[in-house]
């Protein structure tokens, strides 16, 4: 795996919810500087349900002018075949190095639909990554995982979950090669088989996560705990709102203003935001 780190881009929003192209083209660009391999774009983290089909497209094409060359993946998740399948052509055609999906959602699809939906994405000659995140409510079987990645072109796994048990038994049946996007346990996916990680807190501190990496490598496992922990405290405070602590958390560390979260989502509670405030001070 030759891009181990990628960060799953936020998407900034100006005060009134638009899109603040400029800020995201500045982020990504910050964001490679300080060692990601490359971009994961319109994911989750992005707010990409919140987003129209105009704005997921303007936003991959800001992120792979600003990665100029580096690699990146578009999130083209849908329900529908052909919405994804729209957002897929138009990522290939922009630049993109592969696409990536969660399973279509929501009206408990037979999983031989599912099976097509990727396939359908492979026809594109492009390749693939399936996002597996218990939140779409799509839980697949180790058979069905191997039924997937013997889809030609369906080449990777986002690993949003903590059943490293399933995930160890998908590569050792397939050989995929899994990107952990649970921060929280980037380490014991490490322990279990992950090559890589697609992680919303990498937006501000991805150099923890370097750090555990290369602890990991060198077989200093006690010390990568500890860098866990460390990152772990950071992670239990942004889980109060998520996006929101995140583009603060960025504002703070890299002085590019991301704003706030789309509705539903809340703003900052001012206790939230005192949290974030001294979690800063020790963090950076």
């Not at 990146?72 to 897929?88: D, Q």
């Not at 077989?219 to 990568?224: D, H, L, S, T």
């Not at 239990?236 to 789309?262: E, H, Q």
Request: aromatic share 12%; glycine share 6%.
């Amino acid at each position: 795996m030759k891009n181990k780190f990628l960060v799953p881009i936020v998407t900034p929003f100006n005060d009134d919810e638009t899109v603040n192209y400029d800020a995201l083209y500045r982020l990504t660009k910050k964001l490679l500087s300080e060692g990601a391999d490359g971009i994961y774009a319109t994911g989750s983290s992005a707010e990409c349900f919140l987003l129209s089909e105009e704005e997921r497209k303007k936003t991959l094409e800001t992120v792979i002018k600003a990665a100029d060359g580096a690699y990146v993946i578009a999130h083209v998740g849908a329900v529908s075949v052909k919405n994804t399948m729209e957002l897929a052509r138009h990522a290939v055609k922009a630049g993109a190095n592969a696409i990536a999906s969660v399973p279509p959602f929501y009206f408990n699809f037979p999983f031989d639909g599912i099976l097509d939906y990727y396939r359908e994405m492979a026809s594109l000659k492009t390749d693939v990554m399936v996002y597996s995140i218990p939140s779409a409510t799509i839980k697949l079987s180790i058979e069905q995982y191997c039924r997937l990645l013997s889809v030609e072109g369906v080449k990777y796994i986002k690993f949003t979950d903590s059943d490293y048990f399933t995930m160890q038994q998908i590569i050792a049946a397939t050989g995929a090669e899994v990107y952990s996007g649970k921060d929280e346990c980037f380490l014991s996916a490490l322990a279990a088989g992950a090559g890589g990680a697609i992680g919303t807190t990498f937006n501000f501190m991805l150099d923890k996560y370097l750090e555990i990496y290369s602890l990991f490598l060198s077989g200093e496992n006690k010390r990568a705990l500890e860098v866990q922990t460390e990152a772990n405290a950071a992670t239990a405070i942004t889980l109060g709102n998520l996006f929101p602590s995140v583009k603060y958390l960025v504002k703070l560390r890299y002085g590019i203003d991301c704003g706030g979260a789309r509705k539903p989502f809340l703003p900052l509670s001012k206790e939230l935001k005192t949290k974030l405030d001294k979690l800063a001070e020790t963090l950076f």
